[in-house]
Every structure is written in C-alpha cells, then in structure tokens.
C-alpha cells in the first residue's frame, strides 16, 4: 500500500495549480468603472455588456447575451451540474459633489483602485472573470457559469426575468457580500411617512420652504438642506441662527448656515454609508440636522416629519420604534438607517420620508410594517405611514450544511484564517436564486465602501480574493456534485 500512497501524493504535489492572471485584476476593474451602469442608463448598461462579451472571449470562456442577465460560461462535461457565480455590473447611484476623485473615471493610486462599484460589485465581477480564466485547463465536474445582472439595485427586476426563461444553475455563490461565508441575510424594509397636508403652519415668523436629503434608501444621507423663509417684513435671522449654532451636530456631521434674501439655508454634511452592512461607519445628515432644528420649525405636519425623524434615528437599531426586543439572538439586532426626505418617486412624487430598515428574524414583513406604522401613528396623527417595500423575509442557512462547510474549508485554504459565518444586513441575489448562498468577496476587519462616496477597494484584497475563489472553483468545480448541498 505503501508504493501506491506516495504515488497518490506524488501525483497530488505535480498536480497544476491554477496561475490566476493578478495583474490583470487593477486593469480589468477600471474599465469596469467607465460604465456609469446606474438606473435609467440604458447606453452604459449595453456598452458595458458588449464589453464583458469581449471579455470573457479573450479570456477563453463562453459568452451569452441573455436579457437582463449575461451568461458568461466554463463549460463542464456533457450533463454536468452547472456551478453558478453571481454578481451585478449596475452600481448605486452617485452624488458627485460629495467624492473627491470622479466616481466613473476609474482611478488607481497607491495600490488603491477609486470608482463606484469597486467593491459592490464590479470588484467581484472582474475576480469572478479572472478565476475561471485560472481553473480552465483543470479537469471539472462541473459546468461553470457566471451571471452578471444589471438591476440588482434598483428594480431587481433582472433575476426574476432571466428565470422566467431560464434553468437556474444547480447551485450558485453570489459574490456580493462578505467572506467566509453569509448564513442569514436580514429583510429589507422600506417606509415612507408623509405629513397629512402641506400647511405652512403657525408659530413662528418664518415657514419651511423647501427640505431635501438623501439619495437612496440604502445609503445613509451624507447632506441634508432645509430651508426656511421669512414670513413678512425684513428677515431677522440672527437669534435663530444663534441658537442653532449654539447646538452641537452629532459628531462627525457639519452645519453650514447661509442666507439667501429672505431664506436661511441649512445644510448639514455627513458621511455617506452602505446601509445594510456598514450603517455604523456613516454620519447621518438628516437625523443630525433635524436634531439641530427641534423646536424651532413652525407648527405644522411637516415639522413633525422632522421630528420623526430625528426620533427614529435616536439610535441605528430601532430602539425608538419599539424594535429592540424583536429580534432573534445571533442575528445582531436590526439596522436602521433613516434615509432619505425628498419629493419620492415610488409615491407619485410626494414629499416623503423614507426609512430604510434591515429586519432578522422572527417579523414577518407585514409584522414589521404593522408595528412600524403604528409608532408614525402613535408619534402623530399628522403623519400619514406609507408603504415602500415589505416584502422580503430573512434568510436564513444551516451553518454546518455541506456547501457552508466546503466554502469555509477553501477560504481557510487560501487565506490561513479561519473566522465564523457571518449574518449580514445587506441583501444579495441568494434571496432571488435558488440554492443559492452568499459568499465573499469583502473581507473580515475593515468596512464595506459599497455605496460610500470615495468607494474604493485595494488592489492587495482584490488579490486575495481571487486566490479564494480560485481555490473555491478548483474544489467545487473539480469535485464529484454535492448532494443536498444546503443539508448538513
Ligand atoms: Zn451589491
């Protein structure tokens, strides 16, 4: 037996390890930037699609227009299990005033590549491309398919119209999260509160005018404006601003005070986050604003959406709705990030406030939405609850099923580390696809720039987790098909 044994090991130690192309990652990702793929680009997202058809045949792989999605393929023997990569090639939308390096430039400096989708997930997208270019000379079991949607952050419409016609691959990573490897995704909540009229209110000499903040729900607001008027006569703004001034902003947020005629413009700048995984790592602008201005808006539905606001960010997770004590052990509590006040266009362009939470389990969506226009309600009966979205639910995966352990067994493999699943507040493509489960590329330690302003993602991270997922596709591609694998 012996002779045999060490042949087996001989045989083992020549066996060719896959050469991913590292450097081709930096390159590769900053011609993903130049397309501005957000909602509405029609030209970027078709450009960019003929730009990864181009690609993926220069890299030796398969390459199918398929609609919303793009197919891009490793093909496995004849009948093989189809192993799928999942990743997204639109992006967040973007505030340019608020970056210092222009987001769609596509920049690298000092081992640091700057541009929105870096990391969420044009990042992912590239790795993807260069990991299957690695394993195609080894032998596979398995066919390897990538799919690339292109509205997974706004209308998430893609997946749903991909599988309408097409078979969803056997099972599939979806690289827009983190590492090692996600075991719960939390609900994504949206809600909208309105004031129930427009009326100026009475009370003080000035009116508001105008108030804007925010860009998207899943984006803590890093600026937030509101502006008053005075009522009639010469403006008198200086006690006002006084006693505004004499009010600190919550840390890490800054007021600007500006007069323009017989308006008072008051901005306030914050820092832009992702809201579902990196919630902490931002500065609210509204809530800090709205805290600066309690007490001195006049009389009115819109003063107690201000209010509201500054009482539902009292803390990120949902204290102040009532929502500390639902939430099961494990799951980190819930996520809330108070969003957005601005004309909405999910409502018919009225003005709303949009509060954008991230809910474990046990809640179900209408749970969550009971409980939540009840504190509006409670809070004032001149703010009218509304609805955004309600209909997600958690999900939720067997920590020791099979697919779970073989993922994490690879990434220790390539990295030497050996950390715990994680829960994650962002939502991904696992909810949309079956047998499907989350799977880097973000790594433990630092935090997420996906949707910050300045997103970036260094060059070193990009390689390393290329080397995981390489390692990842060698084991499960290369491997007999996995049984039950969402099973322990
Ligand atoms: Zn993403």
Redesign the pocket.
């Known amino acids: 037996m012996r002779p045999a044994l060490l042949l087996l090991a001989a045989a083992c130690a020549s066996a060719p390890r896959p050469q991913p192309e590292r450097s081709r990652l930096g390159p590769l990702l900053l011609e993903a930037i130049r397309f501005p793929t957000v909602e509405g680009n029609e030209q970027a997202r078709l450009d960019q699609q003929q730009w990864l058809l181009r690609t993926a045949q220069s890299l030796g792989l398969t390459a199918r227009d398929a609609g919303p999605v793009t197919e891009i393929e490793l093909p496995g023997p004849a009948g093989a299990p189809v192993l799928g990569l999942v990743v997204?090639g639109d992006v967040q939308p973007v505030d340019e005033k608020q970056w210092t390096v222009p987001p769609f430039a596509g920049i690298e400096r000092d081992g640091v590549v700057y541009g929105r989708g870096a990391a969420?997930?044009k990042g992912p997208l590239v790795q993807a491309l260069l990991a299957m270019h690695a394993i195609r000379d080894l032998p596979r079991r398995h066919t390897v398919r990538l799919l690339v949607g292109s509205d997974?952050?706004s209308g998430s419409t893609d997946m749903k119209t991909y599988l309408a016609s097409h078979e969803p691959p056997t099972y599939s990573l979806v690289l827009?999260s983190a590492f090692p490897v996600v075991v719960g995704e939390k609900a994504w909540d949206g809600l909208a509160v309105l004031p129930a009229d427009m009326a100026p209110g009475a009370g003080k000499p000035w009116i508001i005018e105008e108030i804007d903040a925010g860009l998207a729900p899943s984006i803590v607001p890093d600026r937030a404006r509101l502006t008053l008027r005075w009522r009639e006569g010469a403006p008198a703004w200086e006690d006002l601003e006084q006693r505004i001034r004499a009010r600190s902003p919550a840390p890490g947020t800054r007021l600007e005070i500006a007069r323009r005629g017989p308006l008072l413009d008051l901005v306030v700048q914050g820092r832009a986050a992702h809201a579902g995984v990196n919630v902490e790592g931002g500065r609210n602008a509204l809530v800090s604003l709205a805290r600066l201005v309690a007490g001195e808006l006049p009389d009115c539905a819109m003063a107690d959406l201000v209010a509201f606001a500054a009482h539902a960010g009292g803390d990120l997770k949902g204290a102040a709705l009532g929502l500390d004590g639902v939430a099961e052990p494990g799951w980190d509590g819930w996520t809330v990030n108070v969003a957005t006040l601005k004309k909405e266009p999910r409502l018919g362009d009225k003005l709303a406030l949009v509060i954008n939470l991230r809910r474990p389990p046990p809640l179900t969506g209408p749970q969550s939405r009971e409980q939540l226009y009840a504190e509006v309600r409670k809070f004032s009966p001149r703010l009218v609850p509304g609805e955004i979205y309600f209909r997600d639910e958690p999900l939720v995966f067997d920590s020791s099923a099979k697919i779970v352990r073989r993922l994490m067994d690879a990434y220790a493999r390539a990295t030497g580390e050996r950390p715990s699943p994680v829960v994650s507040g962002?939502g991904?493509y696992a909810k949309r696809i079956p047998n499907a489960i989350a799977f880097g590329m973000w790594f433990p330690g630092k935090p997420y720039p996906?949707h910050d302003s300045d997103e970036k993602i260094e060059v070193a991270d990009l390689q390393r987790g290329l080397d995981v997922l390489v390692e990842t596709l060698r084991d499960l591609a290369g491997g007999p098909p996995l049984q039950d694998p969402f099973r322990p």
Request: net charge negative; glycine share 22%; hydrophobic share 0%.
């Open positions: 997204h969420d997930d997974e952050e827009d962002g991904t996906g």
